[in-house]
């Protein structure tokens, strides 16, 4: 009799317990859901909280950015109240069959896990929890909770805002060179750059739009949703015909220099690469030889080799003096012949140095405008005019005369 008896409690441990607890049933589902944060780094977060006929409770994580869900997480103040903040979320669910508006959650450093759920009934509440608790926190929001008109308004001021800046992208895409087809070719690389931004600017926006619409703060049929998207498909249409003029244009150039026809000795397999030859930041495809004199860096460097000359001319013929005068002591000292001749030669040697370093300026103008007149077959040349291309006036005049500012001119 003994034995019946312990196999018959162990049927009922065995299965009428489970029975009983898969029995509970669900009351409540609450999902809550926070829009990444950019300013703080706060991540994307849903949260789905299960509330059951037994008023115990579970929560599920889900943080898209990090590709991890599921993440079971419980309200610490679902039983009790924390740091003097007089709210009980059991409480509040079972006096009003509802679930509490907002879960203030502890951003855990990107730690899937362990992110600390607080319910609370109000903004205020919640606004209360992030102060009292501290740490890094934000506040996720009950997916049903109306909206006010202020939060709506500035949603709808935020959308129209990105209306029209990709109008204005799509607009100033017009308006510059990629638009130009003589040049478009050289700057091939860089257009497809601006059209990149523009698809990345979209999608950005798109995001957005689709934060309010999950959120209920608006929804797809609001006047100002439409518009958005038909602005956006205006701008999708826009960039795919540009694409095609980028790629048609990509592939005049290839034909043109044969590289799909060559064989491959790089990682490319002989595709033209617009990178490799305008260079990481299109250098290459934007210099222009008229403005190169102007070019702020290198009228700066040709200015400072010309300061180098100007301290030279100064300097040296300074060195030459103090140098003379220690040889002439050395002559005076020694009051012999050879030494008197040796450094009557040094002294020499260093006033022909020091003139010829003060009169380069002069025999560079000079052999210029010999070489000027050769060319020209002028028979006259002007002294001290020299007769340089107006593009490179610049370049000459940075380096000869330096510390003339009508000379040498740095654009800022």
Same mark, same amino acid.
């Given at each position: ?166 109008? *204005?992208?799509?607009? %100033?895409?017009?308006? !510059? $060179?990629? #638009? +130009?087809?003589?040049?478009? /070719?050289? @700057? ?7 059209? *990149?931004?523009?698809? %990345?600017?979209?999608? !950005? $926006?798109? #995001? +957005?739009?689709?934060?309010? /619409?999950? @959120? ?197």
């Amino acid at each position: 009799m003994g034995k019946i008896k312990y196999i018959i409690f162990l049927i009922m441990t065995i299965f009428i317990i489970p029975i009983d607890v898969n029995a509970k049933e669900i009351k409540l589902s609450c999902n809550y859901y926070h829009a990444y944060d950019q300013l703080s780094g706060n991540p994307e977060v849903t949260i789905k909280c299960d509330i059951y006929s037994d008023y115990s409770h579970m929560c599920y994580m889900t943080v898209p950015s990090q590709n991890e869900t599921d993440d079971k997480e419980k309200i610490i103040n679902w039983e009790k109240t924390v740091k003097k903040v007089d709210f009980k979320a059991k409480d509040y669910v079972k006096n009003y069959n509802k679930c509490p508006d907002y879960l203030v959650v502890l951003a855990n450093g990107g730690v899937f896990g362990n992110y600390e759920l607080h319910a609370a009934d109000t903004n205020e509440t919640a606004t209360t929890l992030q102060t009292n608790l501290g740490g890094k926190r934000f506040t996720a929001r009950n997916k049903e909770l109306e909206y006010s008109e202020n939060e709506k308004k500035q949603a709808e001021e935020n959308i129209a805002n990105s209306i029209q800046k990709i109008k *204005e992208e799509i607009d %100033n895409y017009d308006l !510059s $060179e990629c #638009k +130009n087809s003589d040049k478009v /070719i050289t @700057r091939i690389s860089e257009c497809k750059s601006t059209i *990149e931004a523009l698809k %990345n600017r979209i999608g !950005s $926006e798109e #995001k +957005n739009v689709s934060n309010y /619409i999950s @959120r209920n703060v608006l929804s797809e049929n609001d006047e100002i949703v439409k518009q958005f998207r038909e602005e956006i498909n205006n701008a999708q249409k826009f960039i795919k015909n540009e694409q095609t003029v980028l790629d048609e244009e990509d592939k005049k150039i290839k034909e043109e220099l044969e590289i799909g026809d060559k064989p491959s000795s790089g990682p490319n397999d002989g595709n033209w690469d617009p990178e490799s030859l305008c260079g990481k930041d299109n250098e290459n495809c934007n210099i222009d030889i008229t403005k190169f004199c102007t070019d702020p860096y290198v009228a700066r460097t040709l200015k400072f080799i010309g300061l180098l000359l100007v301290l030279a001319k100064i300097l040296i013929p300074a060195l030459i003096i103090g140098l003379g005068f220690v040889d002439l002591a050395k002559i005076v000292i020694s009051g012999k012949m050879d030494t008197a001749k040796k450094q009557a030669v040094n002294i020499v040697k260093r006033v022909i140095i020091g003139v010829a370093i003060f009169l380069i300026p002069t025999i560079l103008i000079t052999i210029y405008n010999v070489a000027y007149s050769i060319a020209t077959d002028s028979e006259v040349v002007t002294d001290g005019n020299l007769h340089v291309p107006k593009n490179f006036k610049n370049c000459v005049g940075c380096i000869l005369d330096a510390t003339n500012e009508n000379a040498c001119i740095i654009n800022n």
